[in-house]
């Protein structure tokens, strides 16, 4: 949500929180959870086309059941037991004949005997969906929040207006960084996060990674490795900077490098609902290559001669000897 524009995060912000404080409102708005498809229920017009369970053909003029762009008997539907309303809660009920009726109804019941009996009775109403915790900013995170997005955008505007994709990949690599995966707009983000907040600092932990701001985690991770089999699992979300700097040559060579002031933000907002939110981490460790195994004989690849366990280093498929100086032509 990040990089929306400030009108857009309100609009998401006031729909999470009708979600949050009234459930049962949020979904008579048509918001949150999508409501599941309704089955409709036809003659089959043409009698070419065919059940997706039993794959046999629906005959002319006979009942079959549609759901999501899929057409069944009706027998077959029922056993799938994807669909738990009434008969006459299907689509296309009410313009059956009362034979047709019937036969759905001993398939699927009536809707008022599946309801609960309390429901039915006028007991009470249904009950409604427990509020969940709201998380909210204050007014003061609002204001700076909303002067981030402003900034950014008016940045990327000015960037999008001026400067072609090459202008943007040599703008990173100057700074030390580089293209990734997700086209013009991922680039784009990329480099507008490093004006207007300073270029994020190489990784602590492995000392050589990159640090990418992400979306999903709400913070910035490492692209680096720790070894040469483990990713750097490395995330925060107040990096060390150093300034953004544009070449000379560039400037030379594009006016608009030469005389805009990129407006300069100390540090990255995060909204109180981001700050709950724990760093995801790309991707878990895999398992240790170097593993132990017991040397039997001499005739083994590696012979142990106390006798005992030896460790073996395997690469890319090969076991590697650690004491060998050069590799032995076989």
């Given at each position: 949500?990040?990089?929306?524009?400030?009108?857009?995060?309100e609009?998401?912000?006031?729909?999470?929180?009708?979600?949050?404080?009234?459930?049962?409102?949020?979904?008579?708005?048509?918001?949150g959870?999508?409501?599941?498809?309704?089955?409709?229920?036809?003659h089959?017009?043409?009698g070419?086309?065919?059940?997706?369970?039993?794959k046999?053909?629906?005959p002319?003029?006979?009942?079959?059941?549609?759901?999501k762009?899929?057409?069944?008997?009706?027998?077959?539907?029922?056993?799938?037991n994807?669909?738990?309303?009434?008969?006459?809660?299907?689509?296309?009920?009410?313009?059956l004949?009362d034979?047709?009726?019937?036969?759905?109804?001993?398939?699927?019941?009536?809707?008022?005997e599946?309801?609960?009996?309390?429901?039915?009775n006028?007991?009470?109403?249904?009950?409604?969906?427990?509020?969940?915790?709201?998380?909210?900013?204050?007014p003061?995170?609002?204001?700076?929040?909303?002067?981030?997005?402003?900034?950014l955008?008016?940045?990327r505007?000015?960037f999008?207006?001026?400067?072609?994709?090459?202008e943007?990949e040599e703008l990173?690599?100057?700074?030390?960084?580089?293209?990734?995966?997700?086209?013009?707009?991922?680039?784009?983000?990329?480099?507008?996060?490093?004006?207007?907040?300073?270029?994020?600092?190489?990784?602590?932990k492995?000392?050589?990674?990159?640090?990418?701001?992400?979306?999903?985690?709400?913070?910035?991770?490492?692209?680096?490795n720790?070894s040469?089999?483990?990713?750097?699992m490395?995330?925060?979300?107040?990096?060390?900077?150093?300034?953004?700097?544009?070449?000379s040559?560039?400037?030379?060579?594009?006016?608009?490098?030469?005389?805009y002031?990129?407006?300069?933000?100390?540090?990255?907002?995060?909204?109180a609902?981001m700050?709950?939110?724990?760093p995801l981490?790309?991707?878990?460790p895999?398992?240790?290559?170097?593993?132990?195994?017991?040397?039997?004989?001499?005739?083994?690849?590696?012979?142990?001669?106390?006798?005992?366990?030896?460790?073996?280093?395997?690469?890319?498929?090969?076991?590697?000897?650690?004491?060998?100086?050069?590799?032995?032509?076989?």
């Open positions: 949500m990040e990089w929306l524009k400030w009108e857009d995060q609009r998401v912000r006031a729909r999470i929180k009708v979600i949050q404080e009234d459930g049962a409102a949020a979904e008579e708005m048509g918001i959870t999508p409501k599941p498809a309704v089955p409709k229920v036809e089959a017009k043409a070419s086309g065919k059940c997706f369970t039993c046999e053909k629906i002319k003029g006979e009942l079959r059941i549609g759901y762009a899929s057409n069944y008997h009706p027998q077959c539907f029922q056993t799938l994807v669909y738990q309303g009434g008969a006459d809660e299907i689509g296309g009920f009410e313009d004949i034979g047709e009726k019937q036969a759905l109804e001993k398939l699927f019941g009536k809707a008022a599946k309801r609960p009996a309390k429901e039915e006028g007991e009470g109403p249904p009950k409604k969906k427990e509020k969940t915790e709201t998380v909210e900013d204050d003061e995170t609002l204001k700076k929040l909303k002067k981030q997005s402003d900034t955008w008016a940045v505007e000015k999008q207006e001026n400067l072609d994709s090459h943007m990173l690599l100057a700074n030390g960084r580089y293209k990734t995966k997700g086209g013009p707009d991922k680039m784009l983000d990329q480099l507008i996060d490093c004006a207007v907040f300073g270029v994020p600092a190489k990784c602590t492995c000392e050589n990674g990159t640090l990418f701001f992400s979306t999903s985690a709400h913070a910035y991770q490492c692209m680096g720790i040469e089999y483990t990713r750097c490395h995330s925060t979300r107040k990096p060390d900077r150093v300034p953004f700097r544009i070449p040559k560039m400037k030379k060579s594009n006016e608009f490098l030469a005389s002031q990129i407006p300069q933000l100390t540090e990255r907002v995060y909204s609902a700050l709950k939110e724990v981490e790309k991707a878990k895999g398992p240790s290559l170097t593993r132990t195994v017991g040397a039997t004989s001499e005739k083994s690849f590696l012979s142990s001669k106390s006798g005992g366990r030896q460790k073996m280093l395997v690469k890319n498929g090969c076991t590697v000897d650690p004491a060998a100086e050069k590799a032995e032509k076989l």
